[in-house]
């Protein structure tokens, strides 16, 4: 039996974002939940967040992301061998998001297909796609995290409903010289399944009296202080593993939760003070699966991740389901394949 030899090293070569058009302030939100902005401010760091449009669909974010992915990495869609879209919001259950992206980019019969690791998917899906790289299964994977969250949250809902967003970021995973996505660190945290949670099943909502759209639940305090303590403990992991120190770090983007989650982790760490940290939150909410790339998009088009910098993506969402990984931000323009 004949096996694949892919390359030697695999790493993040262009990144891409979609924004929904209509930002949200908080000021929208707060009757309804009977808050104020102040609170929301003080509570996550949120000020506005992304709510997309009847033509803001998972796939058509997804695809405008993509675009500018494969542009930035100098890939021509027809080279992409496989599709990974993460997402909880995709609200067919079949097919896969990922088929029609793959469709709507003009790749050639691309592998195409959907994950659901909830805010931790686009670190599944860039660690599912190094290996596939260097398995020698695909040599280009595009990887894209995607939600349209506003679908599934309830306006009233005093715990949810300020926090939830809309979005799309991508990234084109494929050959590097270097080392250029470390050893990924994840696993799941099964015995608290139900701090964040859709609310009903599906077949409860149909046989009720009067059957209305599932909404996402959480026990916000619970999942601050899970996350506060555990994922400090998960980022330091995929450093030692990575072999890079917490002084070599030039980047913290960690998923887009909470900005008092985001400093907790920062102490646990103790980051040293020219590490830029990712506040992607504080204009677009929380994304779930699009938040990492999304804030990684920001970082580089702000200036504040440059290319070659070593960054740590960390992420955590239902499930409990987390996952981390060192990256190279990729080079601007890319190397040559």
């Given amino acids: 039996m004949q096996t694949d030899q892919g390359a030697s090293y695999a790493g993040i070569l262009g990144i891409g974002a979609y924004r929904p058009a209509r930002l949200v302030p908080n000021a929208e939100i707060v009757d309804a939940i009977d808050s104020s902005d102040e609170w ?20 058509a974010m997804s695809v405008a992301a993509s675009r500018d992915a494969l542009a930035h990495a100098g890939v021509d869609p027809r080279q992409v061998d496989c599709v990974i879209v993460a997402t909880v919001s995709h609200l067919l259950q079949t097919p896969s998001a990922a088929t029609a992206v793959a469709h709507e980019l003009g790749t050639d019969q691309a592998a195409a297909f959907d994950i659901s690791a909830a805010c931790a998917g686009f670190c599944h899906g860039v660690a599912l796609a190094s290996d596939l ?14 939600e349209r969250l506003s679908d599934i949250t309830s306006n009233t809902d005093r715990g949810t409903a300020f926090i939830f967003a809309d979005g799309a970021g991508a990234a084109v995973i494929g050959p590097s010289e270097t080392p250029a996505i470390g050893p990924v660190v994840w696993g799941s945290d099964g015995e608290q399944y139900d701090l964040i949670r859709q609310r009903e099943d599906w077949r409860d909502v149909l046989a009720s009296d009067s059957p209305e759209m599932p909404h996402l639940v959480m026990q916000g305090n619970a999942v601050f202080r899970w996350a506060s303590y555990s994922m400090a403990k998960v980022a330091q992991q995929a450093l030692d593993r990575a072999g890079i120190t917490v002084d070599e770090l030039d980047c913290f983007v960690p998923h887009q939760a ?7 982790m920062a102490r646990a760490m103790k980051l040293p003070a020219h590490v830029r940290i990712a506040r992607d939150i504080v204009d677009a909410g929380n994304t779930s699966a699009a938040s990492v790339p999304l804030a990684l998009e920001r970082m580089i088009r702000d200036g504040d991740a440059k290319s070659g910098d070593v960054a740590l993506l960390v992420a955590f969402g239902a499930g409990l389901a987390y996952a981390a990984q060192v990256v190279t931000i990729p080079w601007d323009p890319p190397p040559p394949p």
């Fill in 40 to 59: 929301i401010q003080q509570r996550s760091g949120i000020k506005t967040r992304g709510f997309a449009d009847d033509s803001e669909t998972v796939v």
């Fill in 133 to 146: 790289v260097r398995g020698g299964s695909a040599r280009y994977v595009l990887v894209i995290g995607v």
């Fill in 258 to 264: 909470n900005n008092r989650i985001t400093d907790a």
